[in-house]
C-alpha cells in the first residue's frame, strides 16, 4: 500500500504549468502575473489637488492665524483673492501670482508657482475673495509628480496574484493587458451503468450524478476553467472517444465512479492505449482506491476517483487540488493547515492517514482553536455527503493513530471558500 505522501510526489511530479499568456488585466483577477510590469511614466503624471480647496503659495498664507495688524494697527484679516477655477481634468494652464488664489478641484492640476492647497475648511469659502483661517506649508495637501510611482519602478511583480488594488495598478500606470499564467484546464468525467443526470427522475436501481457536479465546482473554486463533461457511457469504444476527447482540450482529467467493480474494467479496456493508468490502494480514508497515469500524446495527468463522492471529493482535495495550485504556478499549493484540540474522541483506521470531515472553532476567550468532527466513528458513515456540506475542515489523524482523546492536539486543514 502507497503512502500518501508517496503519491501526492508521484502525482505533482506529473504537474505541468500551461504557457502564460496575455489576458485583458479586466480577465486577470485571481491569476498569477508572469512578467515584471515596469512603469514608463511617474504616477500620478503631473502634480494635482489632493483635496477640494485652494491653490495658494504656502509663503503667502504663512501667517495665517495669527495676530495681525493693518497700518492703523488693527486687527487684520489674512485674505487672498480668488483668480480663477482648476477642474479635474482641466488642460488650460494657469499660472498662479504672488497673493493670489485660485479654486482648485481634487485631482486637478496644480496651477504654476502654487505649491500648497488650502482646504475649504481653512476658508471662509468665497468665491472672488477668501479669508484665510489657517496656514499650510509647501507640498500640504498636494499629490506631487511620481508620488506612487517613477519611471523605470516595478507596478506589479511577477509571482504576484493579481487582485483588485493589482488590477486598479496596472490601469494607472496605462496597462491594458497583462501576462499572467493561466487558469489549467480541467474535463471531469462520471462513468457508471446506474447514473442520471439530475433533470432526470432515478429509476430502479440508479441514482444521481453527483460527482461531475461536485469535482467539477471544486476545480472551480481551486481555480480550474473546468469542462463538466457529465455522464459517459460504459461502452469501452464510446468511453475512450469521451476521454481522447478531453485529452486534447485539457491539462487535467478527473474520471469518477472508475476504480471499482465493472467500471474499473471497462475503464482499463477504453484507455489502455492512451498511456499507463495505474490503480492502487494509498494508505488514506476515505478514498483509499484511486487511480492515476499520464494520458495521451501529451500525458495528460489523469485522475481515477471512487463513486463514493465523499471518498471522490476527499481524493480531489489531497491529490487533485494541489495539481491544479502548482500549475497557476502558486508557491504554496497545499491547504492552510492549523493545530487544534478535539472537543469529542476521534476513531481512525489503523495503518490510513485519515482524512476527517470536520467543524473547526475557535475559543473565544483562549484564541485556541477547536475542532469536532463529525460523521461517527470512521467507516461508519463516509458516504454521508451532508456532512462534508456541514465541514469547514478535514482532520487530519496519522496512520499509527486509531483513535483520538478529547483535548488532544490535531493537525487541520483548513477547506476555506478561496486560497
Known amino acids: 500500500m502507497r503512502s500518501v505522501e508517496e503519491q501526492q510526489a508521484r502525482v505533482t511530479a506529473a504537474a505541468v504549468a500551461p504557457r502564460p499568456v496575455r489576458v485583458a488585466i479586466s480577465e486577470a483577477q485571481g491569476l498569477l502575473c508572469a512578467e515584471e510590469v515596469v512603469t514608463e511614466r511617474p504616477l500620478p503624471g503631473f502634480d494635482q489637488a489632493a483635496i477640494d480647496g485652494y491653490a495658494v503659495r504656502s509663503v503667502d498664507v504663512q501667517d495665517a492665524?495669527?495676530?495681525?495688524?493693518?497700518?492703523?494697527?488693527?486687527?487684520?484679516?489674512?485674505s487672498l483673492p480668488v483668480v480663477g477655477e482648476v477642474r479635474a481634468g482641466s488642460r488650460q494652464p494657469i499660472r498662479l501670482q504672488p497673493r493670489q488664489a485660485v479654486r482648485v478641484d481634487t485631482g486637478a492640476p496644480l496651477p504654476t508657482l502654487a505649491d500648497?492647497?488650502?482646504?475649504?475648511?481653512?476658508?471662509?469659502?468665497?468665491?472672488?475673495?477668501?479669508?484665510?483661517?489657517?496656514?499650510?506649508?509647501?507640498?500640504?495637501?498636494?499629490?506631487?509628480?511620481?508620488?506612487?510611482?517613477?519611471?523605470?519602478?516595478?507596478?506589479?511583480?511577477?509571482?504576484?496574484?493579481?487582485g483588485a488594488a493589482q488590477v486598479g495598478l496596472l490601469a494607472a500606470v496605462g496597462r491594458d493587458k497583462v501576462l499572467v499564467h493561466p487558469r489549467p484546464r480541467l474535463s471531469v468525467i462520471s462513468v457508471g451503468g446506474e447514473l442520471v443526470d439530475v433533470d432526470r427522475t432515478p429509476g430502479p436501481g440508479q441514482v444521481y450524478d453527483v460527482n461531475s457536479?461536485?469535482?467539477?465546482?471544486?476545480?472551480?473554486?481551486?481555480?480550474?476553467?473546468?469542462?463538466?463533461?457529465?455522464?459517459?457511457?460504459?461502452?469501452p469504444k464510446t468511453l475512450r472517444e469521451v476521454v481522447e476527447g478531453q485529452l486534447i482540450r485539457s491539462e487535467i482529467v478527473v474520471i469518477a465512479g472508475a476504480v471499482g467493480g465493472g467500471a474499473l474494467e471497462d475503464v482499463r479496456e477504453a484507455l489502455?492505449?492512451?498511456?499507463?493508468?495505474?490503480?492502487?490502494?494509498?494508505?488514506?480514508?476515505?478514498?483509499?482506491?484511486?487511480?492515476?497515469?499520464?494520458?495521451?500524446r501529451d500525458e495528460v495527468p489523469t485522475?481515477?476517483?471512487?463513486?463514493?463522492?465523499?471518498?471522490?471529493?476527499?481524493?480531489?482535495?489531497?491529490?487533485?487540488?494541489?495539481?491544479?495550485?502548482?500549475?497557476?504556478?502558486?508557491?504554496?499549493?497545499?491547504?492552510?493547515?492549523?493545530?487544534?484540540r478535539t472537543v469529542a474522541p476521534i476513531t481512525?483506521?489503523?495503518?490510513?492517514?485519515?482524512?476527517?470531515?470536520?467543524?473547526?472553532?475557535?475559543?473565544?476567550?483562549?484564541?485556541?482553536?477547536?475542532?469536532?468532527?463529525?460523521?461517527?466513528?470512521?467507516?461508519?458513515?463516509?458516504?454521508?455527503?451532508?456532512?462534508?456540506a456541514e465541514a469547514n475542515c478535514l482532520v487530519l489523524v496519522d496512520p499509527e493513530v486509531s483513535e483520538v482523546r478529547t483535548g488532544d492536539p490535531v493537525d487541520v486543514a483548513f477547506l476555506g471558500q478561496r486560497g
Request: net charge neutral; glycine share 14%; charged share 20%.
Open 348 to 388: 481512525s483506521i489503523p495503518g490510513r492517514k485519515g482524512f476527517l470531515r470536520g467543524q473547526l472553532m475557535r475559543d473565544e476567550t483562549s484564541g485556541e482553536y477547536l475542532v469536532q468532527a463529525l460523521g461517527g466513528a470512521a467507516g461508519a458513515s463516509s458516504h454521508l455527503l451532508a456532512t462534508l
Open 65 to 78: 492665524g495669527a495676530t495681525v495688524t493693518d497700518e492703523d494697527g488693527e486687527p487684520a484679516e489674512l
Open 272 to 296: 489502455s492505449d492512451l498511456g499507463p493508468l495505474e490503480v492502487d490502494r494509498i494508505a488514506m480514508h476515505p478514498g483509499s482506491v484511486q487511480g492515476f497515469g499520464q494520458l495521451g
Open 116 to 162: 500648497a492647497v488650502l482646504p475649504l475648511d481653512c476658508t471662509d469659502g468665497g468665491s472672488a475673495r477668501i479669508r484665510v483661517h489657517k496656514a499650510v506649508r509647501s507640498g500640504d495637501y498636494v499629490r506631487r509628480a511620481g508620488d506612487d510611482v517613477q519611471p523605470g519602478d516595478v507596478a506589479v511583480r511577477a509571482g504576484t496574484i493579481i
Open 303 to 340: 485522475f481515477l476517483l471512487p463513486a463514493n463522492p465523499v471518498g471522490a471529493l476527499v481524493v480531489f482535495e489531497v491529490m487533485v487540488r494541489p495539481l491544479i495550485r502548482i500549475a497557476l504556478g502558486r508557491r504554496h499549493p497545499m491547504r492552510r493547515v492549523v493545530a487544534a
Open 213 to 235: 457536479y461536485a469535482l467539477a465546482a471544486a476545480a472551480r473554486d481551486a481555480g480550474a476553467d473546468v469542462n463538466r463533461v457529465g455522464i459517459a457511457g460504459t461502452d
